[in-house]
């Protein structure tokens, strides 16, 4: 994983968790007896700034008419301090007349550092200094269109910015207390918990819930169900949520879910759904066991986030490691190949000569060098019959890639198998290691197999199924692989006589007689010694 990787990963697990945050709070005050209001406002205040690394959390409530300050009804600060106490009453109008002024006609106010206020915005810029504070976001406090105080989150230790998306989840919050507020005073039941839960995951693009465990009905925002595909007057339950579920992974989603409300920290899955219309999407969902008045969990409570592109885009680098895996292993191949080929090299290199006859083979290679078709070289031991492969693959379109040259009577029978077409680790005892075979090697280049006739039948009928169809297995593996190899074949037999006799399998000389090529012996090219004797000379001999 890349280091890009890593922190989109953190600041995602990030988000998950202070939405979960969210959500434990919102579901703390529903059907919350208004004598705890207060005392879970201010646990709510102290979990958000250690969640945020905040240094401090007010919420001012505005006073009656006859009164001219405000109450601090609610504080949570950090142990060190830094300016002067927060006093329990303050004239806010007068101290901060330009903040209120914002915060009265509902506008939410941030303020990053005290050098951005404006010159009218002076006497609060003083107050702000006053109490230590270096940052600051300030939000109404709203009920019914009613603003009945303000929150404020603040940094008195250094500046610090306050980006969209913070500021929305912050201002979840402030509807939370604010509608806390607004039951505590009329003594009535909190009704606004699901606006609250239906703004919080709008913000975020997740998808709030509550599971109900006596019931098995699930209490969900509309992104929920938007999330599930589940139609907004349609109810959720905890079987339809399973029936949604991919097969595969149902079960253990129904395991994971048991032991959720068993355990009393925060469990986390990622599963796939299938949609109505067939779609797979990846989910990811983080739950945790509530308990209001008894030690058996009456809840699930959770988010959910759509994760479909993040699996794809794993997946898409999964295929991108692997090609270059096989890209690399290839050239690793490749390398110690051409090593050996030039520690091997055939102190020949160059055709030599300007008879008749070695022109004739010679306009058979110009003409057939072009073409992929397969070429089969005959002609007697010691005629070149490489050198003739070489020029054939020089001149045609793969000439950019490996000549890969297998000498057929140079392996043991045992061995052909697995030098032509490779083998995996553990294939046979010994394999130690995984080998690519040649086949592979030459994939998009040219393949020469000299002595093609010392092939054992059984091989024949794998390289027959090649030439067919283009692709073959390693041995010990069943994935079939793909090439596009051009394939040359030599022998210095009569590969018709090798047939007669059953030595050669008649199916695979017809494949590899399309184009055939028979390389003159020396003695039918006397015209040509004179310029070999002057190549062995001067260091320039061929065939």
């Not at 699901?194 to 509550?210: N, T």
Request: charged share 30%; glycine share 6%.
């Amino acid at each position: 994983m890349t280091q890009e990787d890593a922190v989109l990963r953190a600041e995602f697990e990030e988000q998950l968790q202070f939405e979960m945050l969210l959500t434990e709070i919102s579901a703390r005050f529903i059907n919350l007896p208004a004598e705890q209001v207060e005392s879970e406002i201010q646990d709510a205040q102290r979990r958000i700034c250690e969640s945020l690394h905040f240094d401090r959390s007010t919420i001012w409530q505005i006073s009656e008419p006859n009164r001219s300050d405000d109450p601090l009804t609610h504080r949570y600060q950090y142990q060190e301090q830094e300016g002067a106490p927060i006093p329990e009453r303050i004239a806010t109008k007068e101290s901060f007349p330009w903040t209120m002024e914002k915060i009265l006609r509902g506008e939410i106010l941030t303020i990053s550092k005290m050098a951005d206020l404006p010159p009218e915005a002076a006497r609060d810029r003083e107050s702000y200094c006053f109490y230590g504070t270096k940052s600051t976001v300030v939000i109404p406090l709203m009920a019914g269109g009613v603003v009945l105080g303000q929150m404020a989150f603040a940094t008195l230790r250094e500046e610090r910015d306050w980006p969209g998306m913070l500021v929305k989840r912050l201002q979840v919050i402030a509807q939370i207390f604010a509608n806390a507020i607004a039951r505590k005073r009329a003594d009535q039941a909190l009704r606004e918990s699901e606006a609250r839960l239906s703004l919080a995951a709008a913000s975020a693009g997740a998808g709030l819930w509550i599971l109900d465990v006596s019931s098995g009905r699930f209490w969900t925002t509309e992104k929920t169900k938007e999330l599930f595909s589940v139609a907004p007057e349609e109810e959720m339950t905890f079987e339809s949520f399973i029936n949604r579920i991919h097969p595969e992974d149902r079960e253990r989603m129904r395991r994971t879910t048991n032991q959720a409300m068993k355990s009393s920290v925060v469990t986390r899955a990622e599963f796939r759904i299938v949609l109505p219309d067939g779609r797979i999407r990846w989910m990811v969902s983080l739950g945790r066991s509530y308990c209001l008045s008894s030690v058996e969990p009456e809840s699930l409570m959770g988010v959910s986030i759509d994760i479909t592109a993040r699996k794809e885009t794993e997946k898409s680098l999964e295929k991108a490691y692997e090609e270059i895996k096989q890209l690399k292993d290839r050239l690793e191949a490749e390398n110690i190949y051409l090593r050996k080929t030039v520690a091997a090299k055939n102190i020949y290199e160059h055709i030599t000569g300007q008879s008749a006859p070695l022109k004739k083979v010679l306009s058979r290679v110009e003409q057939v060098a072009p073409t992929d078709a397969v070429v089969l070289i005959t002609g007697e031991t010691g005629t070149g019959k490489e050198l003739i492969a070489e020029a054939i693959h020089n001149q045609s379109k793969r000439k950019g890639r490996l000549l890969v040259k297998v000498n057929c009577a140079s392996l043991p029978a045992a061995l052909m198998e697995n030098e032509l077409f490779g083998r995996e680790k553990g294939a046979y005892t010994g394999a130690l290691a995984k080998q690519i075979g040649r086949f592979e090697l030459a994939d998009h280049s040219t393949l020469f197999l000299d002595e093609i006739t010392e092939l054992p039948l059984d091989v024949q009928a794998k390289l027959l199924r090649v030439l067919q169809n283009g692709e073959f297995e390693r041995l010990g593996s069943p994935k079939t692989i793909r090439v596009d190899v051009r394939l040359m074949a030599a022998s210095n037999r009569d590969i018709v006589k090798e047939v007669q006799r059953g030595a050669f399998r008649k199916d695979l000389y017809y494949r590899l007689n399309v184009f055939t090529i028979e390389v003159p012996p020396l003695r039918e090219r006397l015209d040509d010694i004179p310029l070999l004797v002057d190549g062995a000379i001067y260091g320039n001999s061929g065939m």
